[in-house]
């Protein structure tokens, strides 16, 4: 299948159009571009989503949280069942930024930079229901989009196909939750049926994977994907269930929560890394070490929040 579309006209005339980018590079550009890009990384949505699911609206942000699964998981199922490669595979001629690199391994098609901008800056939109806030998504879309061509890491194809499935993924959840609502059936029955996917893909990718290096890149994907899944099912759960964190707090309370509750899941994230590894080298770690953070920062971190909040109404009442 994607020796068909590599090697068609349409893919052609999409490779002319990187070339065509690639000459409007230079450095102050690829600096800026750079920067445009981490607007699509997984750090970007991990900040602004306990932003949203701690400190403003904990029922959006488990819609939130389920929409950006929703949309890992059909990414990856792509990436899967096309195996396009990336552009200088197809073009071993073809420069990109090398800075870019890095953080471009696996399949080409679909983007997950692009995916994430959308699901991301959409979502939020669709929580704020503002003209502004779909321009403002709109705009950073785009240029997540157009920054990953820029890079030469996507073609055209890859950006233009995220960007409906990310749509797609929004419509389909508010759907979803806004028919059957956002209680504890609803969200285990959502969150469950992303972690069987997640599972699935995993079982799927490893019998009919080769040796590639980038097949063995989708199945550590998948494997994140579904320590992930799991972790938002069951913290989710347990959360709903035992923990019912509330969201309110004063201001500085807010701070804390979020700069403390980001250093305790980036420590996990980073630290479990080389912890898991001296147990073992299989890509089934990264689910163990994506369970761990996901359930950690849903059902057990918040369990602080109860203590903070008192600190802040404590400290409100002597001041007057």
Same mark, same amino acid.
């Given at each position: $299948? %994607?020796?068909?579309?590599? %090697? &068609?006209?349409?893919?052609?005339w999409m490779m002319d159009m990187l070339r065509s980018i690639a000459g409007l590079r230079t450095p102050f550009m690829d600096g800026v571009m750079s920067g445009v890009t981490w607007l699509g990384q997984e750090t970007a949505f991990i900040i602004i989503g306990m932003i949203v699911l701690w400190c403003v609206d904990k029922k959006y942000g488990y819609r939130f949280l389920c929409m950006f699964m929703s949309g890992l998981f059909i990414n990856q199922f792509l990436k899967a069942l096309f195996m396009i490669p990336r552009p200088w595979v197809v073009d071993p001629e073809f420069k990109i930024v090398e800075s870019a690199r890095e953080g471009a391994s696996g399949w080409s098609f679909p983007s997950g930079h692009t995916q994430s901008a959308v699901l991301l800056y959409g979502g939020l939109a669709q929580r704020i229901k503002k003209a502004w806030a779909y321009i403002v998504a709109a705009v950073l879309i785009l240029l997540v989009g157009f920054s990953r061509m820029y890079l030469g890491v996507h073609t055209l194809l890859d950006v233009g196909v &995220? $960007?409906?499935?990310?749509? !797609?993924?929004?419509? !389909?959840c508010e759907l979803y939750f806004n028919r059957f609502g956002d209680e504890i059936g609803p969200f285990s029955i959502a969150s469950g049926v992303i972690a069987a996917l997640s599972l699935g893909l995993i079982v799927y990718i490893m019998l009919t994977r080769d040796a590639a290096s980038d097949d063995a890149?989708?199945?550590?994907?998948?494997?994140v994907l579904f320590g992930s899944s799991f972790g938002l099912f069951a913290g989710g759960y347990v959360e709903k269930r035992f923990v019912k964190f509330d969201t309110k707090a004063v201001w500085w309370v807010q701070i804390i929560k979020v700069v403390l509750g980001f250093a305790v899941v980036m420590g996990l994230r980073i630290g479990l890394k080389p912890l898991l590894a001296l147990i073992s080298a299989s890509p089934l770690t990264d689910c163990v070490r994506y369970f761990v953070m996901i359930f950690v920062g849903l059902a057990v971190y918040p369990l602080l929040f109860g203590i903070l909040s008192k600190l802040g109404i404590k400290n409100r009442k002597e001041n007057g």
């Amino acid at each position: $299948m %994607s020796e068909a579309i590599v %090697s &068609s006209g349409f893919f052609d005339w999409m490779m002319d159009m990187l070339r065509s980018i690639a000459g409007l590079r230079t450095p102050f550009m690829d600096g800026v571009m750079s920067g445009v890009t981490w607007l699509g990384q997984e750090t970007a949505f991990i900040i602004i989503g306990m932003i949203v699911l701690w400190c403003v609206d904990k029922k959006y942000g488990y819609r939130f949280l389920c929409m950006f699964m929703s949309g890992l998981f059909i990414n990856q199922f792509l990436k899967a069942l096309f195996m396009i490669p990336r552009p200088w595979v197809v073009d071993p001629e073809f420069k990109i930024v090398e800075s870019a690199r890095e953080g471009a391994s696996g399949w080409s098609f679909p983007s997950g930079h692009t995916q994430s901008a959308v699901l991301l800056y959409g979502g939020l939109a669709q929580r704020i229901k503002k003209a502004w806030a779909y321009i403002v998504a709109a705009v950073l879309i785009l240029l997540v989009g157009f920054s990953r061509m820029y890079l030469g890491v996507h073609t055209l194809l890859d950006v233009g196909v &995220s $960007m409906i499935t990310g749509v !797609l993924v929004i419509a !389909l959840c508010e759907l979803y939750f806004n028919r059957f609502g956002d209680e504890i059936g609803p969200f285990s029955i959502a969150s469950g049926v992303i972690a069987a996917l997640s599972l699935g893909l995993i079982v799927y990718i490893m019998l009919t994977r080769d040796a590639a290096s980038d097949d063995a890149e989708t199945v550590k994907n998948a494997c994140v994907l579904f320590g992930s899944s799991f972790g938002l099912f069951a913290g989710g759960y347990v959360e709903k269930r035992f923990v019912k964190f509330d969201t309110k707090a004063v201001w500085w309370v807010q701070i804390i929560k979020v700069v403390l509750g980001f250093a305790v899941v980036m420590g996990l994230r980073i630290g479990l890394k080389p912890l898991l590894a001296l147990i073992s080298a299989s890509p089934l770690t990264d689910c163990v070490r994506y369970f761990v953070m996901i359930f950690v920062g849903l059902a057990v971190y918040p369990l602080l929040f109860g203590i903070l909040s008192k600190l802040g109404i404590k400290n409100r009442k002597e001041n007057g």
